[in-house]
């Protein structure tokens, strides 16, 4: 076994903190309070090559997998949580997917303008009332002949309303339950029958656009199935065990980000005459998160490496999920509580990563949603994929 990185990947890793540092940091308590996304940070990620992860260089990938992939957006969400999205929205999500079960003219039309970031993507699965429940979400695609017509309503959806094109999961046959379901490759621009809002009222990644989509008799082209009609389950599942992976590399990004928020004020703060960080109270929970931490980045990186193999992994995928999910609320909160006044104040950050982290315990499939795909696999009722 080898646990350590490559200089080229170490190269990768402090390419994106020293972006992360440069173009994220300065502006961040601003663009939080105000709700801010920025499209040109986007495109400046772009141009670095940070989404062409796992995407053959001939529709614009730079060769490397999904560790790398990991590698970069840790680093970013080590600085914010906010701006490690756009990995899935132009990458890990829509890019990879179309790559997987796309034809030749869907990758060559869309693969490259995601990945430079010229078109900005996302993907609807979510509704009012079907989240954990994929198959019963109540958006339908119905065949009218030259075209396919667009009804229903997705929710909670990142880039919802500065998105271009992107993966929308409808049903085409609701008789034939989840078999019934497909994928289209949907533009939200320029359609009289779609309709987006913005969401601002979360509690966290307030950089990170959310929103809802309308869809009213809209039009989209016969040409819009990404793979076959009726497989749209199939390629959902397949791509949020994908996403998650990105979620995973976030939580990592979040909790190695608290970490070090504890640790410099555990060393500066002085209490009774010392650092608190000479406490062994602090010096406990800092163990702790440590210890999580490291433990998540293990099952993080082995989950990533054996889909660059492509060898089965469900099964770490979603126990890094879970797990890196969990450590970094953990780590969030622990943090919280060693800056004791201060970490109840906006004007540090212990309160942001408190507030970030906590929305990758129900994105991509909740913690409970994981458990079950975890002991399922354990107890030999289904197969790791």
């Known amino acids: 076994m080898r ?3 490559t200089d080229e990947q170490k190269m990768m890793q402090e390419m994106a903190r020293d972006f992360a540092l440069k173009e994220i940091a300065p502006n961040l308590k601003e663009d939080e309070a105000n709700h801010t996304f920025r499209p040109e940070l986007v495109k400046k990620m772009a141009g670095l090559g940070f989404f062409g992860c796992g995407i053959p260089e001939e529709y614009g990938g730079n060769g490397f997998g999904f560790l790398e992939s990991v590698i970069l957006s840790e680093q970013i969400a080590t600085v914010s949580g906010s701006w490690r999205l756009p990995f899935n929205m132009q990458n ?7 790559n997987k079960f796309g034809n030749e003219t869907q990758k060559k039309r869309f693969i490259p303008d995601w990945i430079s970031a010229e078109s900005f993507g996302f993907f609807a699965i979510t509704e009012p009332n079907s989240g954990s429940d994929v198959a019963s979400m109540g958006t339908t695609a119905t065949d009218r002949g030259d075209h396919w017509e667009l009804n229903g309503q997705k929710m909670w959806i990142s880039n919802a309303h500065v998105g271009d094109w992107g993966l929308v999961y409808a049903f085409t046959d609701k008789s034939q339950k989840y078999k019934g379901m497909t994928c289209f ?3 939200l621009k320029g359609n009289d029958g779609i309709v987006t809002a913005p969401i601002n009222t979360k509690l966290g990644l307030h950089c990170a656009p959310t929103g809802e989509i309308a869809f009213s008799a809209a039009k989209i ?3 819009s199935v990404l793979g076959e009609v009726g497989q749209g389950f199939q390629i959902c599942m397949w791509q949020l065990n994908n996403t998650r992976i990105s979620c995973a590399s ?6 190695g980000g608290a970490i070090e928020a504890a640790i410099g004020y555990a060393n500066e703060r002085t209490q009774f005459g010392k650092k608190i960080g000479s406490y062994q109270m602090i010096q406990a929970q800092i163990a702790d998160m440590v210890a999580e931490h490291e433990a998540a980045k293990l099952l993080v990186y082995q989950a990533a490496w054996l889909k660059d193999q492509q060898l089965p992994n469900q099964y770490q995928t979603s126990m890094a999920k879970l797990f890196a999910s969990e450590a970094a609320v953990h780590a969030a909160l622990d943090t919280m509580k060693i800056f004791g006044s201060y970490g109840f104040s906006t004007e540090y950050p212990a309160e942001r990563f408190l507030r970030d982290a906590q929305s990758l315990r129900v ?3 909740t913690s409970n949603i994981q458990k079950t795909i975890i002991a399922g696999m354990a107890m030999g009722d289904t197969v790791n994929r």
């Open 250 to 255: 976030g939580a990592l990004g979040i909790g």
């Open 221 to 223: 082209p016969k040409d």
């Open 363 to 365: 994105v991509e499939g």
């Open 92 to 98: 890990i999500g829509p890019a990879i997917t179309v």
């Open 3 to 5: 646990f350590g990185l």
């Open 185 to 187: 490759i949907v533009n």
